[in-house]
């Protein structure tokens, strides 16, 4: 259907230039499909602090991305005071955000984390009925949409320097979630009923491939669904590489690891057109794996289970990876962009966006957003060869801010979280 606008409201909406799209809920770590892809109506390309709908100061801090559903958007936040640490569930109005409810859910101890991370750093994920958040020592607790808690659960004391930073998965009735700890004894995997908190079933993840290998840093990688006929796995990357596991009953199914030299376990699987991409990632560089999902067992140099790999040395990646079209999209954290061909692993020549980048891109359609941690926005259009359509400056404050949060997208608006405070850019037509 075709508009007109009288020149008095093209006016207004040349401040916040949109592309069209559908509404969407928004509800785990990257999306429904756990692949950063957005159908969202008319999302903001171009911007400047007049597109600024709202900005609301969180009650604490956190890197956990911003979900939504409805009019509702869902963060964590934590607050340390002397060796004692708070964390909490937040519930935000997008229309103006106004903070609907806050709850605590556990104060205890506060655990040692790496300066990058925080103790609010995985990403909550809701059914529509519920929120369920995991904050590593904090315990996993499951929350109405109004805040009651109805559940909760202690997984561990999750030892180790670095702090935790998986997301909970939502399969039908089941919530997954991934506990990788600093002493890879206590690592496991396990699946939740979603509406009483009973395990049914755990698998350990205790794994250390090779014997020079001194300790364990943990995993901070999401779990994500790969569905392969009647078959539904559950892929999740570690420090040691990438595991499959049956959903139904969390046997392993499939491995590969980089036996070369200790990975990290941050960027999180995605799931392509019969293969599952595996981004293992260490100091320098890394490899990516495109694993077919009839693997099984050790499947790092097994030609009939490979699609394809790729090592490279162009730094580390911690934001997880995007498809855009046929491109395998990664961003490195020294600002290098990295694109493979789907089909063949070919690298194509590297991109250079400078800045430093820890959360994963958004793409909607051709366009693909990559949010620097200091709030610079750069919006990318990719055909042959990928285009910058736009670079919006900075949201933030004058008062210290970092993002390494995920952008959320909504109806014509785009969520950015930063660690104090959650931006509203742009709004409906």
């Known amino acids: 259907m075709n508009h007109r606008y009288p020149f008095a409201m093209f006016l207004a909406v040349t401040l916040c230039i949109t592309v069209d799209s559908l509404a969407e809920n928004w509800p785990q770590f990257r999306g429904p499909e756990s692949n950063s892809q957005s159908q969202a109506i008319n999302l903001p390309v171009k911007w400047n602090s007049d597109s600024v709908a709202w900005r609301t100061e969180l009650p604490g801090e956190g890197h956990s991305s911003p979900i939504t559903w409805d009019n509702r958007i869902f963060v964590t936040t934590s607050e340390k005071q002397g060796d004692s640490v708070t964390r909490r569930v937040v519930c935000v109005n997008a229309k103006d955000g106004a903070i609907f409810w806050q709850r605590d859910v556990h104060t205890g101890p506060a655990e040692s984390v790496h300066a990058m991370n925080s103790y609010a750093t995985s990403t909550p994920a809701t059914d529509g009925e519920r929120v369920y958040a995991f904050f590593g020592r904090g315990g996993f607790h499951c929350l109405d949409m109004q805040g009651k808690v109805l559940w909760s659960k202690e997984l561990g004391k999750f030892p180790g320097p670095f702090g935790t930073g998986s997301s909970p998965l939502i399969v039908g009735d089941l919530v997954i979630q991934s506990c990788d700890s600093g002493d890879t004894s206590l690592s496991f995997i396990a699946a939740y009923n979603r509406l009483t908190g009973e395990e049914l079933w755990r698998t350990s993840r205790n794994i250390k491939p090779i014997s020079r290998f001194k300790g364990s840093k943990g995993g901070w990688a999401s779990p994500i669904l790969f569905t392969d006929g009647n078959q539904q796995q559950i892929v999740i990357n570690g420090q040691f590489g990438g595991w499959a596991y049956d959903l139904k009953t969390g046997k392993e199914l499939w ?110 359609k051709e366009l693909v957003y990559v949010l620097e941690e200091s709030g610079l926005t750069k919006v990318f259009r990719f055909n042959d060869e990928p285009e910058m359509v736009a670079e919006n400056k900075s949201l933030k404050s004058e008062h210290e801010e970092v993002f390494r949060a995920s952008i959320a997208p909504g109806d014509g608006q785009l969520f950015i979280r930063s660690t104090r405070a959650l931006y509203c850019v742009g709004g409906k037509n």
């Open 255 to 364: 491995h590969c690891w980089d036996t070369s030299t200790q990975g990290r376990g941050t960027p999180s699987c995605l799931a392509g057109k019969g293969v599952i991409y595996v981004p293992n990632e260490r100091p320098e560089g890394g490899t990516t794996y495109a694993i077919k999902p009839t693997a099984r067992g050790d499947a790092t140099n097994v030609k009939d289970d490979l699609a394809w790999k790729t090592p490279r040395l162009n730094g580390r990646v911690l934001a997880s990876p995007v498809k855009v079209g046929e491109t395998l999209f990664l961003v490195a954290m020294n600002g290098v962009g990295i694109r493979f061909d789907t089909q063949t692993g070919k690298m194509a020549s590297p991109m250079r966006l400078g800045g430093n980048y820890s959360a994963t891109p958004l793409v909607a």
